[in-house]
């Protein structure tokens, strides 16, 4: 038995010596194979005498534990040497640049009327659409707006045909008189899109967005429109206070008619929308005119309501600090690159409106 | 619309400052475009310095200076004082000033050869005294001032209103201050009693004749006999500069002047040159005039003219004629006050293409019973300023002119306002604005002033009177939550996946207009007809585009000409099928150019090719919720497209519209369009094609089934025709059995060497798995040979061993 602890103590200093794999599996098989040192001794267990066989199992049990403890270890402390040693060799220089990657970006107008959705969403309306070309019905004659009336002179008009009955629509309003045409009253949408006036300079551009918006129901009157305007005005801009102004002002598809100013301030250049003591028009409203209504079949002693018409780009523009109207439709990847959002930047109400 | 608060004090009496005042045009829906002080004839007239002064070269008296006038701006002038040397700080003038001494209007022009840039002036020319020897010598003190006015002009204060076309009357001042009285701002002076004395008849014949559609209802005319038509006086010129026009004669400047004041245009003849007899008549196709703006004019038939025995004078209400124009040696007058129809003026003007004072009120609606007060008032002034003597007035008219009338329901103003105010003040405010007013229990019975043609029914009514009430008196009531139905239907909501689904691909989304050029639109137009545009911004934006890609294209090569290489741009919009309103698809189209991958560490770089696009299209409808293995793809794609490499994606069956197409674009549309790019590829998603799906995506998810059985994978590899499509033999597979066959991948394509030139080598990844059972050997080795046979018996192709 001595000999066998003598052994013992042997192979542990030769385990923590060693520092290769292959040796230290070569010791387990010395101790531990068929014809092991540590085996043969278990072999040796039949010949002790009974007193002494239960001390001698014991004793050599303690050894081999100890000694298979120690080559576990052994060979889990080498093998993270090695692989911290594979690791090391491995080591890249991670400021090289990664892979490429593209960004995308949505327009600004697209951003902004995504905004205006969500808002005008969040107190029930809904979003219809209309066609870009119009027949001189729906643009202007049902709009209370007949020939002759040189309210049209306020619309430069493209037109499509010689006779002035097929054109690209003006405004928004069209929409108005598909939606009550198609429909029953109650109506309450948005209706955001292209429209188109035939003149160009740095502030106008011969195509722009509106977004319409009608509420008709049995007692709609003005204090619903101020009130929802001032609800949309407020949440667009993300403004706690905002100055805001209805001045009578007159459109032929609403009355009474209102021109809305909000207040801003100019800082270091920018304007800043909410309490300054300058007026910004930014919108046209009214109450929908009794001829609009009697044009597309709803009684006008029955049911009222208002309507708006506001400018997209514009809104952009102010809310963005985006100075050139032209700009938003030249395509230019700079401007695009600079003014575009995040296709992952949905405006929402809970995850608000810009980030 | 212009004037100064002095003139509209004129016509009202009040104690409020200029800024109130303007605050109060605002709130009565006169909205004020400026208040700012008046141009001035001597703002022309400029502190300059002579910074060198050569010898004429032809002319032994003449200097040529190079005078700096101010920022950073030299002109040459030719000049003639002695004093004009190097150094001298004196007042220059420049082309359009207008000198106060001769009221010479300066012109560039050539002085003996040289050409000379405006003037520099002596004292007596700026009337500042009769020193005439040389140029005004100015002292070093004004070296600061180079370029900065010389005059230190006090000019009145200038209210401009933009008066929109409901409310002619508030295109005079009387009106404006008739609309301030009603809002509290004052009260409305009365029109002073006129002490004319008319002793004799207007002798001159004036006829209307009674034809169809004319467009004049009421002529009414005076002769003021034994005038001496002269310069205005200068209060009567200051009231015209400050309009921003030039004054030209006593007479013509009191008609002008009567038209701002009281809103009633007038015209003024020289009676003499009148042939017999005024009549006012159609004209003839072919008639032609000379008019006051120095042009010929040829009409068609049906114009309201004035004309006399020997042919036209003028157009009624929109432009007199030269030839019996009031001129300073005009010694009798006849004087116009009429009324023409809005619809005959508009209609003129529109064809003839004229703007004028007059035809701007007279198509919104002047009062048609201002005729006399309009006569009164020119005629006293004419007397006071040219003298003469004033005849009895003259009305010829057609009809009477009606009375308007409307019965208003009181409540109507709360229903519209939401708020209710007493009808005391209702009635207050509808007086002061001019109306005649009978007064029942619920009830309004009203006559409309003549001067309101937009007022027609009860609620232009509630209109007038919330607008003098005030606006701010109407509540901001909290919007109610109350929904009708969703805010967007299904296919606005696939609008604005697809739309974020692209641009998180690397697109930037653009927005480009709706029309684009004819020439780079035809090679996108198919089969659609062009939509001309009648009157087009410019000549290459006349059509509307049949494509999302003309101005896409357009665009790409401007950034590329930028120095951009590598570019990804989309746009969703309308593209247009027909001129009918609701003949337009949405679509998305995106473009991109160059390399996928430019030269770097890692990668070895590629061009942007057919597949890239593929990859994109497929993913975004995927993205949108549509299954992969449902859709089909087949080699046709429009012409613009590269014909071997493009497709197109149809969503089940090949009867619908394909809802996509991609591929590389037409080379020979980048050699056209002069794209220098290393490769262009596109595609095309159409909104309208994709039909609307049974089951919204929710419900198609509510049944979930997987299987946790062994999966198994096996590479084949066929060697096939080259005609066949990687797509058949993957359907061919799937078909096999469905339930077992869960994917099919492409892992190789080879054509070459060891391959008949016919043939080409697929080989494909196969994996199978059972939903009931782990499949044995023998279950694989079934499904395998099945594979080999079937394709093998399908398609003509070899298993390659």
Redesign the interface.
Known sequence: MSDIKKIKDEYLKKLDIDQNIESINQIKTELFGKNGIVSNEFKKLGSVSQEERKKFASDLNFIKEELQNKITSKIEEIETKEINLKLENEKVDVTLPERDFKQGKIHPVSQVIDEISSIFSEIGFSVEEGPDVENEYNNFTALNTPDNHPARDMHDTFYLDEKKELLLRTHTSPVQVRTMLKGKPPFKIIAPGRTYRSDSDQTHAPMFHQVEGLHIDKDINMGHLKGCLNYFIKEFFEVDKLKMRFRPSHFPFTEPSAEVDIGYEIKDGKIIIGEGDKWLEILGCGMVHPNVLKNVNVDPSKFQGYAFGIGIDRLGMLKYGINDLRAFFETDYRWLSHFGFDPLDVPSSYRGLSR | MKFTIDWLKQHLDTNLNDKEIINNL????L?VESFENAPSELDDFIVAKIINAQQHPNADRLRVCDVDIGNSETVKVVCGAPNAKKGLFTVYAGPGAIIPKNQMKLSISKIRGVTSYGMLCSEAELKLSDDSEGITELSEKYKEKIGKKYFDTKTPKVVDLSI????PDCLGVRGIARDLAAAGVGSLKKIKDSKLNQNFDQDLKVTIKKEKKQGCTIFGSCLIKGVSNKESPQWLKDKIVSLGQKPISAIVDITNYVMIDLNRPLHSYDADKVSKEIIVRNSKKGETFEALDNKKYSLDDNMCVISDQSGVLGLGGIIGGTRSGTELGTKNILLESAYFL??SI??TSKVLNIDTDAKFRF??GIDPKSIEAGLIKAADLIKEVCGGEVSKFDIQRLEEEKTNKVKFEISLFE?????KIEKKEIIKIISNLGFKIIENKENLDLEIPSWRPDIM?P??I??EI??IKG??H????????????????RQ?KLF?FL?????????????????TDSKINNLFREKYNE???????SSD?NV?RNSIFP??IF??K??ID?G?KD???FE???V?SG??????LTVIGALQAGKY??L????TERNVDVFDAKRDTIQTIVEAGFSKNKLIIKDQAPSYYHPGKSGSVFLSTEEDKPIAFFGEIHPNIVKKLDIKTDALIGFEIYLDFFKETKKKLKDQKSQFEYSDYQKSERDFAFVIDKKIKAQDLIDIIVSIDQDLIKNVRVFDVYEGENIPKDKKSIALNVTVQSSEKTLNEKDLEKINNLIISTVESKSGAKIRS
């Open positions: 605002t709130n009565v829906g909205e929109t076309p409901n409310r809005p619809r508009r209609k198509e919104r229903k519209i306002t939401g708020f029914q609620i232009d509630v209109e919330v607008r606006y701010e109407i509540q901001t009531l909290i919007p109610e939550k109350s929904r009708l139905k969703p805010t967007l239907n606005q604005h739309q974020r689904s692209v641009a998180s691909k690397g697109f930037y989304e653009t927005v480009t207009w709706s029309f939509i001309k545009i009648v009157n087009p911004i934006l509307l101005n896409l665009y790409l401007k950034n930028r951009f570019l990804s741009f969703i919009g309308p247009f001129t009918k309103p609701g003949e337009q991958f430019r770097n560490w890692q990668e």
